[in-house]
Every structure is written in C-alpha cells, then in structure tokens.
C-alpha cells in the first residue's frame, strides 16, 4: 500500500491538481487533472487528457491541435545554450569567430525574412512540428549569422515560444506556489517569499508531532507550508477571527494524502475558546481564558467559588491595522500588483474548470467521463479544514500548542498575540510576519512590558539570487526588495 502511494506521488493522477510551466519558466498555471479539462493558450484550447498518469517533470508539445510527450532535453535557456557552446570548443576558431561579430549594421525593417505569413501557415496546414517552422525561419533570415551568439539564442527563443511553445507539470509544492504567486500575484499571498516562509519554520520549531497554532490570511500559503512540514505526524489548527473562515485555496493544490489533510484543522478564535471550556479544561493562571477586552462586554467571566471558571464569549475583534505613515507612493504599485492579482486569478480560473461543451455531442463519452471523475474524486477525496476532536481538544488544553506563526497584515500584531500566546505551552516559539516594522515593533515592545515572552528579536529575511556564468557573474537585475518582518520570541509562563 505504501509502495502504491509512493508510486502515485510521483505521477498526475486523476482529479489532482498540477503546476504548469510554460516554456521553462515563462508563465504559472495550475489546473486539475480531468478527462475534459483544457488549457487556453492564446485563442486555442488544450486538452489536458494527455497529462494523466504522466509522471512529474515530463514536457509536453502542441502539435496537431493536441499535447505530445516530449523526451529530454528541454530547450535550453539562451544564457545556458551559450555557455555550452563555449565548453565544447573552447580554442576553436568557430567559437572565437563570433566574439568579432555585433550589431551595429542590423536594420529593423521587415525585409531580413523571407519567409512569408503565408509560407508558414502553409507549414503547419502541412503538419510541420514547431522546430521545423523554427528551423525553417532561421535558415531563411538573412541577417542571423551576422549576429552575436547572445543575439541568436534570444532570436531561438522568441521564436520558439511563438511557434513551438511547450509545458512541463511540476508536482505542486510550497515553495513552487509560494513562486508562482510571488510572479503573478504577491497581493494574494501577503507578499510572503519562499525564504521568509522557511525562516518562519524553522523559528517557530515546526517538524513532525509539533502541534502548531497558526493565523493565516494569505490565502493558505502558511497552513500548507506547515501541513507539508508535519507529513501527516502532528496537527495544525488554523484559527480566524470573523463571521466566515479565512480561504485556504492553496492548501487544496498541494494533494495531500487523507492522513495528513486530516491533521488541519480549522476553528475561530472564540469558538476554541469556548469548545476548551466546555469541556472543562481550564489552565491554571487563566491562560487559557486570559483574553482582555477591547470593549464592554466582549468576555465575561464569573466563578461558582469552588475555583471554577465559567465563560461566555461573544466576539472577539482584533484591532485592525492602520495604514503606516509615509506610505502613499506604495498606493500605485499596490494597484498594479492587485490588477495584476486580479487577471492571474481569473485565468487560473478559466484554466482549473472542467470544459464541459467538449463531448457534448457523443452523450456516451461524457457519461462514462462523468463517471470516471466520480469515481476519482471518492477515491482521492481528502477533507482538510475540519472541527477538532475531543481528544485534540484535550490534548491542546493539557499540554498547549507548540508553535504559533501569524501572517495577518491587516491586524495590529499585538492585538493578535495578545490573545493568541494564552494558547501556547511554556516555552514554545512563535514567529509573527509583517510587511512593516512599526507594528511588529509596538508588539515587542507590549510584549516585553508584560513579561510574556523572552528571546525577542525583530528579523529581515534577506535573499538575493544571482546569475551565474563565466564573465558574468552578477545579481539579477529584477528581484524583490524586501520580503517583510518577523517577530520572533519563546513564551514563558505567568508569574
């Protein structure tokens, strides 16, 4: 059984979901895995029946309107194609020949082709495969061997993403979402980069059996990170804080096995509260209960006089956070990059529905497709996002969580923690992320003026990358300046 599962991780099964990878690194698509599922590429539809069963890592190239398997190797990067050209044949004189070459007497006028429109909507009307309308463009410009070898590699590209476009399915993962949504969309993952989100795990101890608190307003990025941490060996509570639970969409991309979806749980704030006192477990220095109130009548406690705490909560609302001071230049970006959000969601969108009009016609096939999806989805069903049992509730209550990460931007952080760190056993590690350091500051600072925590630190995950070739050895021209804040301390017990 084992084996089976290790032999299904490896492959795009029936209804799971994929990373799409356009031409390498171009573009991010997810999609799920469907008899009926397509892809818009362009002003053409893919069918994505050819990616199942496939294993992970495998190319696929539009020819004949449909996906074909390609074998290794992939096309290579311009950059890299270039240096592999210089190993081969380091003193030849065809490598030195291109150094003397430049551009400076190329003229962009249309006439360095001689292939026509028509000439190449006649190759493909003849089935011709994208490389060989590549390999046909190349041979008819008249002004491709004056160029450098940089210059020729780009030319390689651009035509090959025109033309002979292809994919390769990536096993979804953490830290591929956390990048796909970092190009495309940053808004909708709180601008969390794969570095901070490690940093974030490892300060707060998360590993297999921790019992991890988390607050997630960033989509699930963080509740995935950890689900995918533990592997199904300890539990993961997502708690929010208002009428309806906070999305976890991306914890849904990562196709986890029943046992560890199974170990996310998801509860508000004062439901947790109430369902810990129901059944009758109270800490001792009201810990567990320890929560202030923001106004009248928010928690009301009361006692039998025998030592009994009863509590009856009714809302608890976090302070929501202001918006920093000297922060109005980041209104423009913050508006391009939500448009930006909005066009990548609406195309995931269009690309993860089922294309239901393809099959319409022969009723047969799309019930016997119909029915195969079924079958799939009860057999790799997995619910992740329910209540807590008793047992973990008994648990939490004896012993308290292990870890807290919070990633809720649109909170004041100490109105958070505030109520949060009562939840947390003695000595356990928390790490709070913001995009600004002032708030993070005024929470450390309450923090350390009540005594609730040591071992306080603010960080900045800093990450640079770099591009790597000879003579050209830089950091990359376009990278994120930074990826926000973290609050990071160790929890001791009330005095």
């Known amino acids: 059984m084992e084996e089976q599962q290790l032999q299904h991780e490896e492959i795009a099964r029936l209804g799971s979901s994929v990373l799409i990878d356009f031409n390498n690194g171009d573009r991010f698509v997810f999609a799920r895995v469907l008899p009926s599922a397509s892809l818009k590429v362009g002003n053409s539809m893919w069918s994505l029946a050819p990616l199942i069963d496939a294993p992970y890592g495998s190319a696929f190239e539009l020819q004949r309107g449909s996906l074909v398997r390609i074998p290794p190797p992939l096309p290579q990067e311009p950059m890299e194609a270039q240096t592999c050209q210089q190993d081969a044949c380091p003193n030849s004189e065809q490598c030195s020949a291109p150094h003397t070459r430049d551009n400076r007497n190329l003229i962009d006028n249309n006439t360095a082709q001689k292939l026509s429109a028509q000439d190449i909507e006649r190759m493909r009307e003849d089935c011709a495969s994208g490389k060989e309308i590549v390999d046909a463009l190349i041979a008819n410009s008249t002004t491709f061997q004056g160029k450098t070898a940089y210059s020729q590699e780009k030319y390689k590209k651009k035509k090959q993403k025109k033309y002979a476009p292809f994919i390769v399915i990536r096993r979804p993962s953490a830290r591929r979402i956390c990048e796909a949504y970092g190009v495309k969309c940053p808004p909708k993952i709180g601008y969390l980069r794969m570095d901070t989100i490690a940093l974030m795990l490892s300060l707060a101890n998360v590993g297999a059996h921790a019992e991890v608190l988390v607050m997630d307003l960033v989509s699930g990025i963080l509740t995935a990170a950890v689900a995918e941490r533990i592997g199904g060996f300890g539990s993961v509570c997502t708690v929010y804080c208002t009428d309806k639970p906070s999305p976890l969409d991306i914890v849904g991309l990562l ?94 969108a269009e690309n993860s529905e089922s294309c239901e009009s393809t099959h319409r016609n022969d009723e047969k096939e799309r019930e016997a497709q119909e029915s195969m999806v079924a079958r799939s989805k009860e057999s790799n069903s997995v619910h992740y996002g329910r209540k807590p049992d008793p047992e973990d509730l008994s648990r939490w209550a004896k012993h308290g969580f292990t870890g807290l990460l919070v990633s809720a931007s649109d909170y004041q952080p ?74 990071t301390g160790i929890k001791i017990s009330s005095p």
Not at 460 to 470: C, K
């Open 255 to 348: 196709n986890l096995t029943p046992s560890m979806a199974g170990r996310v749980f998801r509860v508000s704030v004062w439901e947790l509260t109430s369902l810990l006192e129901r059944h009758g477990y109270v800490r001792e220095n009201h810990e567990l209960v320890h929560l202030k109130k923001e106004s009248e009548g928010d928690t009301a406690v009361s006692g039998d006089g025998n030592g009994n705490l009863n509590v009856e909560i009714e809302a608890i609302n976090f302070d929501r956070a202001n918006k920093p001071l000297n922060d109005n230049h980041t209104d423009t970006h913050l508006q391009s990059d939500l448009d930006a959000c909005t066009s990548f969601i609406q195309a995931s």
């Open 414 to 487: 100490w109105s958070v923690i505030e109520k949060l760190l009562p939840f947390l056993s003695p000595s356990a590690a928390f790490a709070i992320h913001h995009r600004y350091l002032q708030p993070l500051a005024e929470c450390m600072h309450e923090l350390q003026r009540n005594r609730m925590a040591v071992a306080l630190e603010i960080v900045e995950p800093w990450l640079r990358e770099y591009q790597v070739l000879p003579s050209r050895t830089h950091p990359c021209m376009q990278m994120n300046a930074t990826g926000g804040y973290i609050l």
